[in-house]
C-alpha cells in the first residue's frame, strides 16, 4: 500500500483523474454511508431533513409571535426560510461528516488501497441524497403555499455544483488536519451552528446592512451561495455573477488547495491514524 502511494503523482488533475476513475467505490461508499446512518429506524432518510423542518417551524413561530419580525416579501415565511435551510443543512452535514470521515474509516484505510479522497468525498455525496429529499419536502411547500417556480430554477444545478466545490475542498483539508490533530472536528462543531447566525439562513439580506456585515458577504461564500438558492427558486431573479464572482474564486483554489495537500500528505495518514 505503501509503494503505490509514494509512486502517485502530486499533480491536481493526476488526483483528481484517479478519483474519477474510482468513481464506483465513490458511489458505493455514500450509499453504504447512508443505510448505516438510518438502519433500524423508523422514519428513514426522513430523519435527513427532520431537523431543517424543525428549524423552519420553530423560526415561523418566533416570527408570527412577532418575538422577531422577518420580512420575507411576497414569498410565505415558511418557504422563505426553508429555501434558506436547504444550502445551509446540506453544507453543515456534509462538512462535519467529512471531517471526521478519515477517523472512522480507519480499518478501510489500513487495509486496502484507493483515493483517499474518495472518503470525505462520499460523506458529501451521501449529503447529497439528502438534499434531494430536502428538494422534494421544498417542493411539497411550494404547493402547499402555492408558490410558482419561476423558470430561473434551471441553473439550480449550477448553483448545487458550486456549493459542492466550496464543501469538497473545506472537507479534504479538515479532514485530513483532523487526522494530526482531532481538535479540528471539535471546532468545526462548535463554529457551523454559529455562523448559521452570520449566514442569511432565516432572513434576508438588508441593503444598508452595517459594513462589518458587507466585509463578511465577501469572506462567506455561504451568504452568497444561500442567497443564489433564493433567487433562482423564490424570486425568478438569475444569479448575480458579480457577487458569485469571489466565491467561485475561493472555491475553485480551494479545492485546488486541498485536493494537492491532501494528496501530498496521504503517505502519512495510515500512521496517524
Known sequence: MGRAEEKRSNSFFTALTEVIHYRELLISLGTREIKARYKQTFFGIMWSVFPALATMLIFTFI????????????????????????????????????????????????????PREIIPFSIIVSKLIDLF????????????????????????????????????????????????????????????????????????????????????????????????????LLFGRWPNLQALSIPICLCVILFALGLILFHKTEHLFAENI
Not at 455544483?161 to 472537507?171: D, E, K, M, T, W
Not at 485530513?176 to 432572513?203: E, G, R
Request: neutral net charge; charged residues 10%; hydrophobic residues 55%.
Open 63 to 114: 416570527n408570527k409571535l412577532k418575538i422577531i419580525d422577518i420580512e420575507s416579501g411576497s414569498i410565505p415565511y415558511p418557504v422563505f426560510a426553508y429555501c434558506g435551510l436547504l444550502p445551509w443543512t446540506f453544507f453543515a452535514n456534509a462538512l462535519t461528516g467529512a471531517t471526521t470521515s478519515l477517523v472512522n474509516y480507519a480499518d478501510i484505510i489500513n487495509k486496502i488501497y484507493f
Open 133 to 232: 429529499i430536502g428538494f422534494i419536502i421544498f417542493a411539497l411547500l411550494v404547493l402547499y403555499y402555492q408558490v410558482k417556480l419561476p423558470v430561473t430554477v434551471v441553473v439550480l444545478p449550477l448553483i448545487v455544483l458550486l456549493q459542492v466545490i466550496f464543501i469538497a475542498g473545506f472537507s479534504l483539508l479538515f479532514s485530513m488536519a483532523n487526522l494530526f490533530y482531532h481538535d479540528v472536528s471539535y471546532i468545526v462543531t462548535v463554529t457551523i451552528p454559529l455562523l448559521m447566525f452570520v449566514t442569511p439562513v432565516v432572513y434576508p439580506i438588508k441593503v444598508n446592512s452595517p459594513q462589518w456585515y458587507q466585509t463578511l458577504t465577501i469572506l462567506n461564500p455561504m451568504i452568497p451561495i444561500t442567497d443564489a438558492y433564493r433567487d433562482v
